[in-house]
């Protein structure tokens, strides 16, 4: 994403979805090309939901959620500028419709989150430090599959990398900067733990 592109907000990227005339189905792919490059964040953002709700508990989930996170953040540290989606994905659509629905209902909820990001310190939220917190985020998704075992032990490292998620999407450095702190954090403790 070129440096003098505006950023846009959660609720703007799921409104400008919400709105697009193009038929009646909303596909992955057209998700990623509205996203223009902000789809990473987005995209890194989905799983770890997964793990932080309840559906966390289920057996299974966080480990699923750790493989999509190492394929969306492993494209990143790539260096790919927007993320490539499975052929199966790719596919995969919902109608419109229900999407507006549900925007309407997670709006208030964007919003709030909207007005914590803003673009600063937008150089940390770009190469080389975005493939730096990328590979990291790996670590961690690493780390949710043991801690599948005990019960929402695999939401720690998934708050992580769900707050370098938003950082990457609005290119607030200084999100990024809380979310290297956690990293930093549950790696020490993993350390001592081990040690």
Not at 25 to 53: D, I, N
Not at 80 to 92: D, F, I, S, Y
């Amino acid at each position: 994403m070129p440096v003098n592109e505006p950023s846009l907000g959660l609720t703007d990227i799921l409104v400008k979805l919400a709105d697009e005339p193009d038929g009646d189905e909303l596909s992955l792919v057209s998700v990623v090309e509205t996203m223009q490059g902000r789809g990473f964040g987005p995209l890194l953002l989905a799983p770890t939901l997964m793990v932080l709700l309840p559906t966390g508990a289920i057996p299974g989930i966080p480990t699923l959620s750790a493989l999509l996170i190492v394929l969306v953040a492993g494209q990143l540290v790539l260096g790919k500028r927007t993320p490539w989606v499975p052929g199966r994905l790719r596919q995969a659509s919902f109608e419109r419709e229900k999407f507006r629905a549900a925007v309407a209902r997670v709006r208030p909820w964007t919003e709030r989150i909207d007005r914590l990001l803003k673009p600063r310190l937008r150089a940390l939220t770009v190469w080389p430090f975005n493939r730096i917190g990328a590979a990291l985020c790996l670590l961690l998704a690493a780390a949710m599959v043991p801690l599948e075992l005990v019960p929402f032990a695999a939401a720690v490292p998934a708050l992580i990398i769900a707050l370098y998620a938003l950082a990457l999407a609005a290119h607030d450095g200084v999100m990024a900067l809380f979310s290297l702190a956690g990293m930093l954090a549950a790696g020490a403790a993993a350390v001592h733990l081990w040690l």
